[in-house]
């Protein structure tokens, strides 16, 4: 079974411009949650999205947006990049979104803002 | 709100050490606790997870955690570690809610470093 994939694996931008990542989930699953990983915030909670609604939101502002498709693959856009949005972004899938379910990872878009 | 610290962001042990990396929670209901390993340049691989079952959870790679409530922690241990041991360990607590879905709260991660 194949895993998450998320694409760009790697992204370079400049303030003001936007950008959209994309997150594809293990077939099956539903729920799809992206977390923002910083070395100096750690990994924090974007949002989390199930059978196209979004279930969830994390203290980010509005800039940061996200929708999933039919198929549960999933977007997340960041509008007027800053330069504090450089950081390893993750996607994650699981089958219901419930804490029962193992949530898996993939390997992340890395977002650098020049 | 629920929320995990991890007590070092730095763990040195010697190859076939005994590897303990410390977890308090705090929650005001029965948490779900899970223990993630990430590699350079890679996703968070999930080692072990615990939701009420047994309060001792054996993972993968020879791990293991013990869910201690009295003292809010959920520790994690290997007996010997071995050199591809050496990651960054995450210790999360799901907060989940059938209408408002999950979101995972992770501490602040501890690098762990195998010395040979």
């Known amino acids: 079974k194949a895993g998450v994939t998320q694409t760009p694996r790697y992204l370079i931008k400049t303030r003001g411009q936007q950008v959209t990542l994309s997150c594809s989930p293990i077939?099956?699953?539903?729920?799809v949650s992206w977390y923002q990983q910083t070395p100096g915030q750690g990994l924090q909670f974007l949002f989390e999205?199930?059978?196209?609604?979004?279930?969830n939101k994390g203290n980010f502002p509005g800039r940061f947006s996200g929708r999933q498709f039919s198929n549960s693959r999933s977007e997340m856009n960041v509008s007027t990049l800053e330069l504090g949005d450089s950081a390893l972004y993750l996607c994650?899938?699981?089958?219901?979104?419930?804490?029962?379910?193992?949530?898996?990872f993939g390997p992340g878009t890395r977002l650098t803002v020049l | 709100a629920q929320s995990v610290t991890q007590l070092g962001s730095h763990v040195s042990v010697s190859e076939g050490a005994l590897v303990l990396l410390r977890c308090n929670y705090s929650?005001?209901?029965?948490?779900?606790l899970f223990w993630y390993v990430q590699y350079p340049n890679q996703g968070l691989q999930l080692l072990l997870k615990?939701?009420?079952?047994?309060?001792l959870v054996k993972g993968i790679n020879g791990f293991e955690a013990e869910f201690k409530k009295s003292e809010t922690s959920f520790h994690l241990t290997k007996p010997s570690a071995h050199m591809s041991d050496a990651a960054e360990y995450f210790c999360?607590?799901?907060?989940?809610?059938?209408?408002?879905?999950?979101?995972?709260?992770f501490g602040e991660g501890t690098q762990l470093t195998v010395n040979p």
């Open positions: 994650a899938s699981s089958l219901d979104g419930s804490s029962f379910y193992e949530q898996f």
């Open positions: 077939s099956g699953h539903r729920s």
């Open positions: 999205y199930f059978s196209e609604t979004q279930r």
């Open positions: 929650s005001s209901v029965p948490p779900y």
């Open positions: 615990y939701t009420s079952a047994a309060t």
């Open positions: 999360a607590v799901s907060d989940f809610r059938e209408t408002s879905g999950s979101r995972l709260t």
